[in-house]
Antibody, heavy 118, light 111 residues
Framework: QVQLQESGPGLVKPSETLSLTCAVS?????????WGWIRQPPGKGLEWIGN???????SHNPSLNSRVTISVDTSKNQFSLKLSSVTASDTAVYHC???????????WGQGSLVTVSS | QSVLTQPPSVSGAPGQRVTISCTGS?????????VHWYQQLPGTAPKVVTH???DRPSGVPDRFSASKSGTSASLAITGLQAEDEADYYC???????????FGGGTKLTVL
């Protein structure tokens, strides 16, 4: 059974960079598939942030204006998110996910609340 | 404004049937991209209830079914139970936005 667990600071100052890591267990990232991030502002809906393949190819939501960097560390079986120049509107629960070939986000981490505030 | 449009809320009595619609366009559902549905219980991560338009993961009751036609999709829940009360989201890919997109979510209330 694939399990994902997010970790990282729960509070980030405006204009700084948000950094989160997702540890994967039950499946080797280097075996394939795509791994990504989805966020949910408090009381609002879901927004795809981006994803990365085991070979390092990545894509991200154009609406985030290239503030997103996603990287993968196959030796640690984990992948990471960096979101630069954050503002209060980036406050959200951030979930890491495993993306199936069909585009279904089949597995989700429990989520990590990140608050942007000074 | 979400690319995929869902009703903000639906409701039904225990045992009844409800449907949740998801309306897209020719750049997403109408372009042939698969539609997936998620259930989000309060305070928890979303969980797949149907995927690839009509398929149901093991462990999801057969009370949940989904369909797709043209630029729209829908999720049907029969024999409503109190435990079905949750937020439901549809999801697909949009070729114009070059992004995976979600509906705005529908809150299901079991009366």
């Amino acid at each position: 059974q694939v399990q994902l667990q997010e970790s990282g600071p729960g509070l980030v100052k405006p204009s700084e960079t948000l950094s989160l890591t997702c540890a994967v267990s039950g499946y080797s990232i280097s075996s394939g598939y795509s791994w990504g991030w989805i966020r949910q502002p408090p009381g609002k809906g879901l927004e795809w942030i981006g994803n990365i393949y085991h070979d390092g190819r990545s894509s991200h939501n154009p609406s985030l204006n290239s503030r997103v960097t996603i990287s993968v560390d196959t030796s640690k079986n984990q992948f990471s998110l960096k979101l630069s120049s954050v503002t209060a509107s980036d406050t959200a629960v951030y979930h890491c996910v495993k993306l199936e070939t069909s585009g279904c986000f089949a597995y989700w981490g429990q989520g990590s609340l990140v608050t942007v505030s000074s | 404004q979400s690319v995929l449009t869902q009703p903000p809320s639906v409701s039904g009595a225990p045992g009844q049937r409800v449907t949740i619609s998801c309306t897209g366009s020719s750049s997403n559902i109408g372009a042939g991209y698969d539609v997936h549905w998620y259930q989000q219980l309060p305070g928890t991560a979303p969980k797949v209830v149907t995927h690839d338009n009509t398929d149901r993961p093991s462990g999801v009751p057969d009370r949940f079914s989904a369909s797709k036609s043209g630029t729209s999709a829908s999720l049907a829940i029969t024999g409503l139970q109190a435990e079905d009360e949750a937020d439901y989201y549809c999801q697909s890919f949009d070729t114009s936005l070059r992004a995976w997109v979600f509906g705005g979510g529908t809150k299901l209330t079991v009366l």
